[in-house]
């Protein structure tokens, strides 16, 4: 199924960033979160926003890893604003620290690294085998087409079918409404934009891909831990939130392509679960890593 007006706009528009006056630190940039079904913004617009920011504060060297928190729930359609403090600028390496604020108050923190690169040997671990092809495997459309049941309203169904700039295709299985599948902790994602990228201001192609990267994984990341305890994502009283991320950049991306983002629970203790996501472009390069820990909260009464 095509969605007719599934576009990767939502995306660019998030990572569109408007340089204003820092307050706190050096640096300082506005961006607004973009619209979901949920009662707070979608994660993956404040890793990819504070990427952004701290990527147009350094020159001649690409993101190498980033590691953030989640300090409180951000507001939907709202104004965030970035500040970014230059911690270093080496001959090889460029340290900074990303703080975002909304409501004066402090709601998301990272540090970014930036490599200027050189040449070594090269080792990667294999992508994994016998994963089916992206065009056999149904949409998210295809799967939620006359489907119904849980919390999932015609919002939350037309935000997983085509809202969120990517073409997300599971295996084995999508945790929408029910744990297709099974509930092995482990599955596989075949992510591609659903149209070509359109350019952002004061970012080159290369950077707009890798910022697309940061973005896109967060919308998954904790499926493997949900399918550890059975629980879908339309499950009455699920709660779930992003506590800290990590993240990994390995060799360039381009997004002009499948991904297969390939995922594994490691724990799921206190509430709280972690999951171990890799990127692999369909030759088997791996071109990213993702660690994430998220709260769990199931059967909550709102």
Request: charged content about 20%.
């Amino acid at each position: 199924m095509t969605i007719s007006n599934a576009t990767s706009a939502v995306f660019t528009d998030a990572v569109t960033l408007k340089p204003c006056e820092p307050e706190v630190l050096d640096v300082a940039f506005s961006a607004t979160t973009q619209p979901c079904p949920w009662p707070k913004a979608y994660g993956g617009d404040m890793v990819a926003q504070a990427l952004v920011a701290a990527m147009r504060t350094v020159e001649d060297k690409s993101v190498h890893s980033m590691h953030s928190y989640f300090m409180r729930p951000v507001d939907i359609g709202a104004e965030v604003r970035y500040e970014v403090e230059v911690l270093r600028d080496g001959r090889g390496y460029a340290t900074r620290q990303v703080r975002a604020y909304q409501s004066g108050k402090p709601v998301y923190v990272c540090l970014a690294s930036f490599a200027a690169g050189e040449p070594s040997g090269s080792f990667q671990v294999d992508m994994p085998k016998e994963v089916p092809g992206p065009e056999t495997v149904p949409t998210s459309a295809d799967y939620l087409a006359g489907r119904s049941g849980g919390t999932m309203t015609e919002t939350s169904k037309a935000y997983w079918s085509g809202g969120r700039s990517f073409d997300m295709r599971h295996v084995p299985g999508p945790v929408y409404l029910t744990v297709e599948g099974g509930r092995a902790p482990r599955q596989c994602v075949w992510v591609r934009p659903f149209d070509a990228l359109r350019e952002v201001d004061g970012l080159s192609p290369e950077q707009r891909d890798v910022a697309a990267l940061a973005y896109v994984c967060d919308y998954t990341i904790l499926e493997p831990a949900l399918r550890s305890l059975g629980l879908a994502w339309a499950d009455e009283g699920l709660v779930t939130a992003s506590l800290d991320h990590a993240m990994w950049f390995h060799r360039p991306v381009r997004m002009d392509d499948w991904l297969l983002y390939a995922q594994d629970a490691i724990s799921v203790a206190d509430g709280r679960g972690t999951a171990v996501g890799r990127f692999f472009t369909t030759a088997g390069v791996l071109v990213a890593t993702v660690v994430q820990e998220g709260m769990l909260r199931a059967g909550v009464t709102l």
